[in-house]
């Protein structure tokens, strides 16, 4: 063996005993360097998907406003702002599904409910009812009166999500 180490006697075992010990703590050291980075990463990765969501429904409320001045007649109807409503709609529901992974059930000041992940097809099923929703929405908005309607039916799909889905806020 050409390992350059004492090969005889009580020494030189003592010396190759201590080169693998040095290896081994050295291997642990770096696979836990790599877990502990790995783990970093994923935490950030799960913080920035919750602010991301709160960012996507913030958005929604948002609109909800512009919606709601419109239907009130405090802002004058505009047929390309209303469309732009539901438009945001449609968009959100195209990211939520991937908004919503098992490590994102905490942290961020989340109000996201347990109940997103007990009943995932429920959530998926939400989640779908108000893509579809929204599609119709945008196509069935021709003028203030057809508007008024469908915003009045998107926001029962706000509300019946928010009502399982969501924690008290
Ligand atoms: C499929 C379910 C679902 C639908 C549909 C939905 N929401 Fe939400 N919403 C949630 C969940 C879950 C949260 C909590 C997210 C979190 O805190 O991680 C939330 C949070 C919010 C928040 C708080 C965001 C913040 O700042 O923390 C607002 C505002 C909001 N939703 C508005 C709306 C509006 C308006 C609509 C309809 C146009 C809507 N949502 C439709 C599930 C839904």
Known sequence: ?????????????????LHKKRE?????RTVLAVTIVAVGVTAAVAQSVIADRKALMKRSGDQAKVAASMVRGETPFDLA??????ETYVDKANK????????SKTG???????AIWE??????????KFGADAKAALDQ??????????????LKDCGGCHETFRLKM
Request: charged fraction near 25%; charge should be neutral.
């Open 119 to 128: 009943k995932p097809d429920e959530f998926k099923a939400q989640v779908a």
């Open 81 to 86: 702002k209303a469309k732009g409503v539901f």
């Open 141 to 154: 908005t021709k003028d203030l009166d057809s508007f008024k309607a469908a915003n009045a039916n998107m």
């Open 24 to 28: 081994l703590d050295m291997m642990i």
């Open 108 to 114: 961020g000041e989340t109000h996201a409910a347990p």
């Open 96 to 103: 939520l599904p991937t908004l919503f992974p098992e490590n």
């Open 1 to 17: 063996m050409a390992i350059g180490l004492p090969q005889n006697g009580p020494k030189g075992r003592e010396a190759i005993g």
